[in-house]
């Protein structure tokens, strides 16, 4: 099973900043989505942002005008920059990544492993 890679995350005070990496294997072929979702603990797991095949851009509610999603195609990775942090983003971060393949076939597509990130004075 291919897994992309994060990295990122840790522990930052109120209002700071960070910036969540995923990296995902070439083999993947064409992409038709990634994304960007967290779980905080007792909580369902909830879409942060994501790119969708023609660069539409979304985000959720709780992050628009904070969080920003943007990708490198030529080094197959996507970011997810975090600004004013606030306790509540407290939560495990997870990436995903759709292929166009994973998409036709109606599959499941690819997550990370995880990233914690901790926002706390």
């Known amino acids: 099973q291919v897994q992309p890679v994060q990295s990122g995350g840790g522990l930052v005070q109120p209002g700071g900043s960070l910036r969540l990496t995923c990296a995902y294997p070439a083999t993947l072929g064409s992409i038709h989505a990634v994304g960007w979702y967290r779980q905080a603990p007792g909580k369902q797991r909830e879409a942060v942002a994501g790119?969708?095949?023609?660069?539409?851009?979304k985000y959720g509610d709780n992050v628009k005008g904070r969080f920003t999603i943007s990708r490198d195609n030529a080094k197959n990775t996507v970011f997810l920059q975090m600004d004013n942090l606030k306790p509540e983003d407290t939560a495990v971060y997870f990436c995903?990544?759709?292929?166009?393949?994973?998409?036709?076939?109606?599959?499941?597509?690819?997550w990370g492993q995880g990233t914690q990130v901790t926002v706390s004075s």
């Open positions: 995903h990544i759709l292929s166009d393949s994973d998409f036709d076939r109606r599959g499941p597509g690819h």
């Open positions: 790119i969708i095949r023609g660069g539409e851009i």
